[in-house]
C-alpha cells in the first residue's frame, strides 16, 4: 500500500474508539459482523481481480463512502471505519503477507 493510504489508516485509526463504540451501541449486535463481512467479501473479490494495493485502499474507500467524494466530515468517518477494519477486526491481510 502507497504510504499515503497507510498515513490515512494512520489518522482515521486515531477515531477507532469511536467506530468501535458505534458497533458496541448498535441496536442489531450483529450489524458489525455484517458490515466487517460485506468489506472481507469485497476485499476478496478485488484481490481476486489482482488489483494493486493502492486501487484495492481506495475502491474500499468508494464502497464505505460511496462513489463522490463528500465533505471532510464525511472523508473521516469513511477513513476511520477503513482503519477500523484493518486494524480491529482484522479482515485483511497483514502487510508483506502472499497473495494466495
Not at 36 to 46: I, K, M, Q, S, V
Not at 65 to 77: D, I
Request: aromatic share 10%.
Amino acid at each position: 500500500m502507497a504510504e499515503a493510504a497507510k498515513t490515512l489508516i494512520k489518522q482515521g485509526g486515531l477515531r477507532r474508539r469511536v467506530v468501535r463504540q458505534l458497533f458496541s451501541n448498535w441496536p442489531d449486535p450483529q450489524f458489525g459482523d455484517r458490515i466487517a463481512r460485506a468489506f472481507r467479501d469485497r476485499y476478496a473479490a478485488l484481490r481476486a481481480a489482482n488489483l494493486d494495493p493502492t486501487s484495492i485502499f481506495m475502491e474500499l474507500q468508494a464502497f464505505a463512502g460511496g462513489l463522490q467524494r463528500g465533505t471532510p466530515e464525511h472523508e473521516s468517518a469513511v477513513v476511520a471505519v477503513l482503519a477500523y477494519l484493518f486494524e480491529a477486526c482484522d479482515i485483511f491481510e497483514p502487510p508483506g503477507e502472499p497473495k494466495p
